[in-house]
């Protein structure tokens, strides 16, 4: 019996040795690919968070071939019936894991197409606020009022995505009622002069003012205008604010509903 033990560890001996062999330079192997990859992706245009996901992605790649490669110079298992195991447990995973390989899938789509960065502020048609954080399976968002969400990277990519803040310019839209009584052209040549005067609101594109709409008790005018996407909501509030004064101090009426009640004295006999 222990004549059969050397001869088995003398006949796998070489091979085991090989096996070694081939798991050091591996190693090595990898060591260098994922510098190379490092490099790579830092002289690219994606996002830091790809960054770390890419990696990860290479590294169990890496070495899960090199598992195969070792055990196949092992003569443990054959290389190909080490594949036909390890397809059918992708597939298994695969439907145990539906919802969450659709969310990894539309994390992937996220890192690649960058439809949004860490920093930018979004809308899913649902919640609004600044990205926070970019992971695998899901993206997190701080709303305005300090509140954290979590959603999953399958729905955003997979449906409608507002980028507020991905170009450097926005435009601001603006709406006001003035009474059909009031001068129109006086009232637009003061919007505009107040576009003017504020220095956030750049003089190209050219701000614009012009009649909306003709409403049952006003003339709704729009007012629009361009800013960096930073100042937005300083020239929002800033017009809002101020087009209401500058309309009082030139008798331009912004109208509103008014309710008279008349009370009726009934007398009894």
Known sequence: ??????????????????????????????????????????KGPMDEVTHVFMINIVKIFLWVILLI???GTADIIKPASMVAVLGAVGAALALALKDSLANFAGGISIMFHQPFAKGDVIDDLT????????DLLYTTVMT??????????GK????TVINYTKLDLRRVDCCFGISYESD??????LMLLLCKEFSPILSEPEPFAGVAAQNESSIAIDLKCWCKTEDYWTVKYYIEENVKNVFDKN???????????NIIKQTTN
């Not at 009022?145 to 999953?152: A, E, G, R, S």
């Not at 955003?156 to 449906?159: G, I, T």
């Not at 129109?184 to 040549?189: G, L, Q, R, S, Y």
Request: aromatic share 8%; no cysteine.
């Open 1 to 42: 019996m222990f004549e059969s033990i050397l001869d088995t560890v003398r006949s796998y001996g070489p091979k085991l040795t090989e096996a070694m062999i081939t798991f050091l330079i591996g190693i090595v192997l990898i060591k260098v690919v994922l510098k190379l990859t490092k490099r790579w992706l830092k």
């Open 127 to 134: 919640v609004t606020g600044i990205v926070d954080h970019i």
């Open 251 to 261: 008798d331009i009426i912004i109208p509103y509903n008014r309710v008279d009640v």
């Open 184 to 189: 129109i052209p006086k009232a637009k040549e």
């Open 156 to 159: 955003l990519a997979n449906n």
């Open 69 to 71: 490669a070792v055990l």
């Open 144 to 153: 305005y009022d300090n509140k954290v969400v979590t959603i999953p990277n």
